[in-house]
């Protein structure tokens, strides 16, 4: 007999929704309250009281063994009774809510009510839905008993409605895993080192470990990764794989390795996850049934949209989602998530993983899949993560709603007066200096956020057409996010307030995302990190959160004698730099005199404008980088690198030119990097700096050697894209030749040169 795995929220969800989606704004303050009522209510009940079972059933049910797992908010052990417990918070009337005021919350609870039975052999169990009313902590429970038999009929029911979807998966998953089992690897052989990774990738996820990969350009890492992933689905090793990137470049490629496989007789259902305001098909992004017709009866209609796709697509990119979305007249973006549930492969951003905000809470809260997690160009998530788990509160913006609004409207003006006041009192503990540090966030501060957005919720339901309706609910989401990312905040963060620009900024910094990351890591069976620059790999591995890891670290496949590197061992640091603008200028004038197409990556912009006003440009096509590039004029530059254009361009290391971009054959025939690519000072690497070496010591190197040598790598990676491809780097900065930076430099480099000019 065939498995189905599901969560309870993905079966009731699939049978049970209808109507309208709706994201005009109700208000997100109550979700950290939701988490307080929910360990109020579970404290009251005492020691007989379990929080947060999971509960999970198989049930053979005609063709189907389905396997469910959900998680009950609480389950109550008395003398003579069990009561399954669900909670919900509300902004409803309370007398407003009968028995069956929500189909959707019973359905939940009367699923693990019967799980619950059959696990312990009861007949009968009480099931309660325990409402609070956020606005006036009222609360109502509504309490029923069923009889097993009745909470029988009411499960397989729901499996009925779910049987015929159910049996066209198994159809196609028993295709699947013929064709994945005949499948071979898409190229004649191996190119050297490609092996051994998808050799360690595929043990990896058989051990249920984490890898960490450093392989240079050309070994095929995304066929490396992709290819014995997917042979692990077959096996039964895995259920579904996230391959997690950072730009689009990277998902186009990871599409393009299934393609690829595709043509050669695999059978698998892949999305590609695009972003809302990308994939949106309405004339504005607006998510309610007036001013969408998509999002008008969008849930009457998703299940045939679904059921149509799945029946006659395996790649579900962004043109396919649309293509579906406009037949059935469906939201896209929720339509994609949808179908990224009943896919094997998901191709998306880190943050659909990793944000703390957007993640997708359908697939990591309360299933039954195994999980395995590929993440492309793994180093970029160091400082993505940091970013995730840091936001900051301006004083201006919240002085600007101050000013907009009218005296004592909804109370809210003296509410955001206050936080104003208390982040300026805060700053006034510097004493004259440029900012403060604390190392907690006080709960009352939080308290005042909190009270701040209900108040404002108010007013974002009811005065819609106000003038400055936007600017409030942009400071309403600004303390939406400062307060979910507040739940994470522990000895892994600090306080800082700051003067910036003539604005006050509280900021929580998020120095270290190991603690984080390592329980997001738990989410997957297996988790395979790979990039081309990745040393050392301890540091990686301990600032992602990894623990049980491999590591591999491959040599280039292509030529050594292709790529030609020098030295040139000339200080770039901040005190000599003056002194030695005109030498280096001259020295890149002497590296560029000979034809062909050339990259010069500075620390800043600065640097760049230093150096490029001495630089003798007289008949020579140059370029320069402007400060911000939009995507077009990106490309419009890269474009200019031609066969035979002799070009010479600057641009900053670390920016849009670093990485992610291939100028094969004569489109780019050198690199130069001045520097050794450290990041600038700044009171958020420094704070950094000071948390590691508290810990190990190695404060430096984790905040500004190791991300500045990455950079470095990664703009010298540009040079060499194929095994035909021959060029030269060129490195400026003394530090180059001595220790660690020396060690950092990539292993497959072989013999460098040093130059004196």
């Given at each position: 007999m065939e498995e189905i795995k599901l969560s309870v929220h993905?079966?009731?969800?699939?049978?049970?929704?209808?109507?309208?989606?709706?994201?005009?704004?109700?208000?997100?303050?109550?979700?950290?309250?939701?988490?307080?009522?929910?360990?109020?209510?579970?404290r009251e009940y005492g020691k007989h009281y379990e929080s947060e079972v999971v509960l999970k059933n198989e049930t053979?049910?005609?063709?189907?063994?389905?396997?469910?797992?959900?998680?009950?908010?609480?389950?109550?052990?008395?003398?003579?009774e069990v009561l399954i417990d669900e909670i919900k918070s509300t902004t409803r009337d309370l007398n407003d809510l009968k028995y069956n005021s929500n189909p959707l919350h019973w359905a939940q609870a009367k699923c693990y009510g019967y799980f619950y039975c059959v696990k312990n052999y009861i007949t009968e169990i009480k099931i309660q839905l325990t409402y609070y009313q956020v606005e006036t902590k009222e609360i109502k429970k509504i309490v029923e008993s069923f009889k097993v038999e009745e909470l029988k009929d009411f499960y397989e029911e729901l499996l009925d409605l779910y049987l015929d979807f159910s049996i066209m998966i198994l159809k196609f998953k028993k295709l699947r895993d013929e064709h994945i089992e005949d499948l071979k690897f898409p190229f004649k052989e191996y190119r050297r080192g490609q092996r051994n990774m998808a050799v360690g990738v595929y043990r990896t996820i058989e051990e249920g470990k984490e890898l960490f990969v450093?392989?240079?350009?050309?070994?095929?890492?995304?066929?490396?990764?992709?290819?014995?992933?997917?042979?692990?689905?077959?096996?039964?090793?895995?259920?579904?794989?996230?391959?997690?990137?950072?730009?689009?470049t990277t998902k186009e490629a990871a599409s393009?390795?299934?393609?690829?496989?595709?043509?050669?007789?695999?059978?698998?259902?892949?999305?590609v996850i695009t972003a809302k305001d990308k994939i949106c098909i309405n004339d504005e992004v607006k998510c309610n049934p007036v001013d969408c017709i998509y999002a008008k009866g969008h849930f009457d209609r998703v299940n045939k949209a679904i059921i149509d796709i799945y029946e006659n697509e395996n790649i579900i990119d962004l043109e396919t989602i649309i293509e579906y979305s406009k037949k059935h007249r469906v939201c896209p973006m929720e339509f994609q998530l949808d179908m990224a549930i009943y896919s094997d492969i998901v191709i998306c951003d880190y943050n659909y993983v990793f944000d703390p905000v957007v993640y997708l809470r359908r697939f990591f809260e309360g299933t039954v899949e195994k999980y395995t997690f590929l993440v492309d160009e793994s180093h970029n998530l160091v400082d993505r993560g940091r970013d995730m788990y840091s936001y900051e509160l301006s004083t201006n913006k919240i002085e600007n709603i101050i000013k907009l609004l009218v005296e004592n409207n909804f109370k809210i003006g003296d509410r955001l007066i206050k936080i104003s006041d208390e982040i300026s009192e805060l700053y006034k503990l510097s004493k004259g200096k440029d900012f403060y540090i604390q190392n907690y966030l006080s709960e009352e501060f939080l308290d005042e956020i909190i009270v701040a957005m209900r108040l404002m919720e108010r007013f974002l339901t009811s005065k819609k057409d106000s003038d400055f309706y936007d600017e409030m609910l942009e400071l309403y989401f600004d303390f939406s996010k400062f307060i979910k990312i507040s739940d994470y905040y522990a000895e892994n963060y600090v306080t800082l307030v700051l003067e910036r620009d003539g604005d006050i900024i509280l900021k929580m910094v998020c120095l270290d995302t190991a603690p984080i990351f390592k329980y997001i890591l738990k989410r997957a069976e297996s988790s395979i990190f790979f990039s081309a620059t990745l040393s050392p790999i301890s540091f990686y591995a301990e600032v992602l959160g990894a623990k049980d890891y491999y590591e591999l670290v491959l040599s280039s496949p292509f030529d050594p004698s292709n790529l030609s590197v020098g030295i040139v061992p000339i200080s770039t640091r901040y005190q000599d730099r003056e002194k030695n603008y005109?030498?280096?200028?001259?020295?890149?004038?002497?590296?560029?005199?000979?034809?062909?197409?050339?990259?010069?990556?500075?620390p800043?912009?600065?640097?760049?404008?230093?150096?490029?006003?001495?630089?003798?440009?007289?008949?020579?096509?140059?370029?320069?980088?402007?400060?911000?590039?939009?995507?077009?004029?990106?490309?419009?530059?890269?474009s200019k690198f031609k066969e035979g254009s002799n070009l010479t361009a600057f641009v900053v290391l670390g920016g849009v030119f670093s990485e992610g971009i291939d100028l094969v054959g004569e489109r780019l025939n050198g690199v130069a990097v001045v520097s050794v690519g450290l990041p600038g000072l700044s009171i958020e690497r420094n704070l950094i700096k000071k948390y590691y070496d508290e810990r190990e010591e190695k404060g430096f190197e984790y905040s500004y050697i190791y991300p500045g040598m990455n950079k470095v790598s990664q703009a010298a990676g540009r040079v060499i894209r194929s095994k035909e491809d021959k060029g030269s780097v060129l490195l400026i900065d003394d530090r180059f030749l001595k220790f660690p930076y020396r060690n950092l430099l990539p292993k497959s480099w072989g013999n460098i040169s040093i130059l004196n000019y």
């Open positions: 993905s079966l009731i969800d699939f049978v049970m929704r209808s109507g309208d989606i709706d994201n005009t704004f109700t208000g997100t303050s109550r979700m950290r309250e939701g988490q307080k009522i929910h360990q109020k209510l579970q053979d049910y005609k063709e189907v063994h389905f396997v469910v797992e959900g998680r009950a908010d609480g389950i109550y052990h008395g003398e003579n450093e392989a240079p350009t050309g070994i095929g890492k995304t066929m490396s990764t992709i290819f014995p992933a997917i042979k692990a689905i077959s096996r039964g090793l895995t259920d579904k794989i996230f391959y997690l990137t950072a730009r689009s393009s390795a299934i393609t690829r496989l595709s043509e050669n007789g695999l059978q698998i259902k892949t999305v005109n030498r280096i200028a001259n020295v890149l004038e002497n590296y560029t005199a000979k034809s062909g197409n050339y990259m010069l990556f500075f800043s912009y600065k640097f760049l404008e230093e150096v490029y006003n001495r630089f003798n440009r007289e008949d020579k096509n140059i370029l320069k980088q402007d400060s911000s590039l939009s995507e077009v004029e990106r490309e419009e530059f890269l």
